[in-house]
């Protein structure tokens, strides 16, 4: 089946800098969203975005739809111990149905 | 509290025996879906389902079922199970399928011997 591809697969940063992931598609898309998943649970979405250059903010999260609607773009900045997780991106192409990319593990040294 | 609830949330079974994992949400939604999450692959969508009596097949359907009696509740039927679908398993769903975020459940942990 179809999946994003997302990068990068694992980032292990310093408390205090900021990271930058993003996902990428064969496929257009209608909506972004990105998830985050933390031990024990499942995701929990972080910003979803439903407009091609739309540019969105959650708080130190910053996440971008690309114009050509084929990627997207999350950054966090100044990064803190419970930002560790996984962090998915998700695409839905149809009304109904969602491709998920493969995740990107962040862990974050104090 | 607005939620889904799958169980079990752990099983360790055998080959061939049949299994059923519930879910059930509270929030009034029409759209549910559920999904495996593997290693290196991400979450990958099984099966999901509109409204009640609607279903449809997601990317990778094949040893599953579902069905969607109440809007409540959709319940992932393995009626052979095989140790390839040993994997953690997702319900969601959202107030309709259409761009709407999906609240996810805490999973299901499967292991098929």
């Known amino acids: 089946g179809q999946q994003l591809n997302q990068s990068p697969q694992s980032m292990f940063i310093q408390e205090g800098e900021d990271v930058s992931m993003n996902c990428t598609s064969s496929?257009?898309?209608?909506?972004w969203l990105w998830y985050k998943q933390e031990p024990g649970e499942g995701p929990v979405l972080l910003i979803a975005l439903y407009k091609a250059g739309e540019l969105t903010s959650n708080g130190r999260l910053t996440a971008q739809f690309g114009i050509t609607r084929k990627d997207s773009f999350l950054n966090i900045s100044a990064s803190i111990p419970s930002d560790v997780g996984i962090y998915f991106c998700?695409?839905?192409?149809?009304?109904?149905?969602?491709?998920f990319g493969t995740g990107t593990r962040l862990k974050v040294l104090a | 509290e607005a939620q889904v609830t799958q169980n079990p949330r752990y099983l360790i079974t055998v080959t061939g025996k049949k299994l059923t994992v519930t879910c059930s949400q509270n929030?009034?939604?029409?759209?549910m879906s559920w999904y495996r999450q593997d290693p290196g692959l991400g979450l990958r969508q099984i099966y999901y389902s509109m409204n009640v009596e609607v279903t449809d097949k997601g990317d990778v359907p094949e040893g599953y079922k579902v069905s969607r009696k109440e809007k409540r509740n959709f319940p992932l039927i393995l009626e052979s199970p095989s140790p390839n679908q040993t994997s953690l398993y997702f319900c969601?769903?959202?107030?309709?399928?259409?761009?709407?975020?999906?609240?996810f459940g805490d999973g299901t942990r499967l292991s098929i011997l």
């Open positions: 998700a695409g839905q192409a149809g009304t109904y149905k969602y491709i």
């Open positions: 496929s257009i898309f209608n909506t």
């Open positions: 929030m009034n939604h029409e759209y």
């Open positions: 969601a769903s959202s107030r309709t399928g259409g761009f709407q975020p999906q609240h």
